[in-house]
T-cell receptor
Framework: KAGVTQTPRYLIKTRGQQVTLSCSPI?????VSWYQQTPGQGLQFLFE???????NKGNFPGRFSGRQFSNSRSEMNVSTLELGDSALYLC?????????????FGPGTRLTVT | AQRVTQPEKLLSVFKGAPVELKCNYSYSGSPELFWYVQYSRQRLQLLLRHISRESIKGFTADLNKGETSFHLKKPFAQEEDSAMYYC??????????????FGGGTRLMVKP
């Protein structure tokens, strides 16, 4: 099976702009989660989507939003970009088999805000 | 609130030496723990999960609920083990949702 894919891989934006990142999960996986990775804060949970519904959200401002489509593909959007939003954004998908919960990660989108 | 701590940012060992990457967690429920590895220029990938009690690439990890630890061990390090290692705790929500809480990561360098 193909792994989790994310587009674009690299992005440069200016403060105040907005950005949309895309994630295609592993075929058959219905749960998609997003994480932000920075040198200072490490890996932090943004939100999780399951069957087109946001199930959980991390401690991020409302400028960070997302959605999931019927084919489980997901997008995340960041509006009014700030310099501190520069990070690697990781998407992960999960099969949720039984009581175990394993997440498989994509390569990430590197966002630079100038 | 859940927390995962990896006290060492960098661990440097010689090839053939034993390796132990430390992980401590704080969680009020029944923990589900993982080790993820990120090799240079590769994506984050699952290495071990505690419920399977398996050995992958010679690595093992035992959950110690008394000490709230999930240390990763390998008896003989190889140069190809050089990578960034993350310990992660899975939290279950009442709506069946999940999230991973990651430690800060430990960079393992295996010298020849």
């Amino acid at each position: 099976k193909a792994g989790v894919t994310q587009t674009p891989r690299y992005l440069i934006k200016t403060r105040g702009q907005q950005v949309t990142l895309s994630c295609s999960p592993i075929s058959g996986h219905r749960s998609v989660s997003w994480y932000q990775q920075t040198p200072g804060q490490g890996l932090q949970f943004l939100f999780e989507y399951f069957s087109e519904t946001q199930r959980n959200k991390g401690n991020f401002p409302g400028r960070f939003s997302g959605r999931q489509f019927s084919n489980s593909r997901s997008e995340m959007n960041v509006s009014t970009l700030e310099l501190g939003d520069s990070a690697l954004y990781l998407c992960a998908s999960s099969l949720e088999l039984g009581s175990s919960y394993e997440q498989y990660f994509g390569p990430g989108t590197r966002l630079t805000v100038t | 609130a859940q927390r995962v701590t990896q006290p060492e940012k960098l661990l440097s060992v010689f090839k053939g030496a034993p390796v132990e990457l430390k992980c401590n967690y704080s969680y009020s429920g029944s923990p589900e723990l993982f080790w993820y590895v990120q090799y240079s220029r590769q994506r984050l990938q699952l290495l071990l999960r505690h419920i399977s009690r398996e050995s992958i690439k010679g690595f093992t990890a035992d959950l110690n609920k008394g000490e709230t630890s999930f240390h990763l061990k390998k008896p003989f390090a190889q140069e190809e083990d050089s990578a960034m290692y993350y310990c992660a705790l899975s939290s279950r929500f009442s709506n069946a949702g999940n999230m991973l809480t990651f430690g800060g990561g430990t960079r393992l360098m295996v010298k020849p």
